[in-house]
């Protein structure tokens, strides 16, 4: 079953524009973590955040984690045609098993 | 250094065969995991293997079987396929559970 659900399910911008989607999950987590897939292709880690942080940034992207509402969001500012593609949270549960449970994605179209 | 490396790239089987798919992970990593990817939506869980050792069980049915071997490679098996076998098979490895990630580009597994 899929632990986290983003939101939107489909973004389309224009380049330039930002970009940002939401994550919710059920559990309790070790880290949160953010991978990009392109079509038809292996994900790529895109950054991780634990569960005593509240934001992180690497480049263009910033992630933040609420976790008494069990959420984080990944924003991508200027964003590129480039950076088309499926994003997707994942969650390492704070169980004995540390298994990524991913959701269901949200698949971001930037119009060049 | 070579990522992580996933063969076959396709297969299609038929009904009641049975598959074998292999993985090799990054150099120095000793945790693999496999993931399934039905079109439209994100990786589910189903093994993984940190030295060598079965570490986790995804929802699955015992018609999935896998193993890592003493180089940490690691195979996937799953007999008596169905048609909602179909699939993309991605592995994962990563240095250990918990930390991100690095996906091989998946097996395309067809049914028919």
């Known amino acids: 079953s899929q632990q986290g659900e983003e939101d939107p399910q489909a973004l389309s911008i224009q380049e330039g524009e930002n970009a940002t989607m939401n994550c919710s999950y059920k559990?309790?987590?070790?880290?949160l973590q953010w991978y990009r897939q392109n079509s038809g292709r292996g994900l790529v880690h895109l950054i991780l955040i634990r569960s005593n942080e509240r934001e992180k940034h690497s480049g263009r992207l910033r992630v933040t984690l609420d976790t008494s509402k069990k959420s984080s969001s990944l924003l991508i500012t200027a964003s590129r045609a480039a950076d088309t593609a499926s994003y997707f949270c994942?969650?390492?549960?704070?169980?004995?098993?540390?298994?990524?449970?991913f959701g269901s994605g949200t698949r971001l179209q930037v119009q060049p | 250094d070579a990522g992580v490396t996933q063969s076959p790239t396709h297969l299609i089987k038929t009904r009641g065969q049975h598959v074998t798919l292999r993985c090799s992970p990054i150099?120095?990593?000793?945790?693999v995991s496999w993931y399934q990817q039905v079109l439209g939506q994100g990786p589910q869980f189903i093994f993984q293997?940190?030295?060598?050792?079965?570490?986790g069980r995804g929802n699955f049915p015992d018609r999935f079987s896998a193993r890592q071997f003493p180089n940490y490679s690691s195979e996937l098996n799953v007999n008596a396929l169905l048609l909602g076998d179909s699939a993309l098979y991605l592995c994962?490895?990563?240095?250990?559970?918990?930390?991100?990630?690095?996906f091989g580009d998946g097996t395309r597994l067809s049914i028919l």
């Open positions: 150099s120095g990593h000793k945790s």
């Open positions: 994942a969650t390492d549960p704070d169980t004995g098993r540390r298994a990524l449970t």
């Open positions: 994962a490895s990563s240095s250990m559970p918990g930390q991100p990630q690095h």
């Open positions: 559990t309790s987590i070790n880290n």
């Open positions: 293997y940190y030295e060598k050792e079965e570490r």
